[in-house]
């Protein structure tokens, strides 16, 4: 009796290891643009704890799982899909190192489309988490939408991705998040210039925001344009564009 008891407390505290490392992303790469619209390298990622297979330990250790596409973007047009990638499950500590091949093979697959042009270098602004940044500010947060204002007073009602609102069950429902900004890209393309905002809600836990800094730091080109965001516990955060 005493075995199935220990058992028992080991399995409850097992599922709030899972509860707690559970969270779920959704980021936007701009790689170019292809006439009026902008090729991206996506990714859908939830986070799980698991076995720490890179170490060959039994440790467990934050992993992100999900599908890395290749997608068309229009202006306040549906993302289109040009082709999936791959489903990938790497370690977070490694997010960087084992997300930037897949990122590596979308590049060379949006190079072969036609007429395709290369953006310029991307610009970061660290907002840490805040609703107001030198940029934008989030001035409404409901929901259904987050309206943000810019530095010259355009106003901007951002709708939450499909995949977002499918996968915010864990994370309370889409109407008990309280959304923040983690950071600003700005990326120029040709005539285009796209304002890339990641929005974040969930748990803060003495998040250390200045490693995020560092993180977002590696962001430098469009080569290197991949970087690792703070998700939090029971968190949910996504990328979403502006077009300017």
């Not at 309206?147 to 355009?154: A, E, L, M, R, Y």
């Not at 959304?179 to 998040?207: P, Q, W, Y």
Request: charged letters at 25%.
């Amino acid at each position: 009796m005493k075995k199935i008891i220990q058992i028992l407390i080991l399995l409850i505290f097992s599922s709030e290891i899972f509860a707690c490392g559970g969270s779920f992303q959704y980021r936007l790469f701009p790689i170019g643009q292809e006439g009026q619209s902008i090729i991206a390298f996506e990714t859908s990622l939830n986070r799980y704890w698991g076995p720490d297979t890179a170490g060959a330990t039994i440790e467990t250790r934050d992993r992100w799982k999900g599908v890395v596409s290749l997608i068309r973007i229009g202006n306040n047009i549906k993302p289109e899909l040009i082709e999936i990638i791959d489903t990938i499950d790497i370690l977070d500590r490694d997010y960087v190192k084992e997300l930037k091949p897949y990122f590596d093979i979308a590049l060379k697959k949006a190079q072969e489309i036609k007429d395709f042009v290369i953006a310029k270098n991307p610009e970061i602004e660290f907002c840490n988490f805040k609703i107001d940044c030198k940029t934008v500010d989030i001035i409404k947060d409901t929901n259904e939408i987050i309206t943000v204002i810019g530095v010259n007073g355009g106003k901007y009602e951002i709708g939450y991705p499909k995949t977002v609102i499918d996968n915010s069950e864990a994370s309370g429902e889409m109407v008990n998040q309280d959304f923040k900004m983690n950071s600003i890209r700005k990326v120029t393309i040709g005539k285009t210039e796209l304002i890339i905002i990641n929005f974040a809600s969930g748990e803060d836990h003495n998040t250390n925001f200045e490693k995020q800094i560092e993180n977002q730091k590696q962001c430098e080109s469009i080569e290197n344009s991949i970087y690792k965001e703070v998700t939090l516990y029971h968190g949910l955060a996504f990328d979403a564009i502006i077009w300017k």
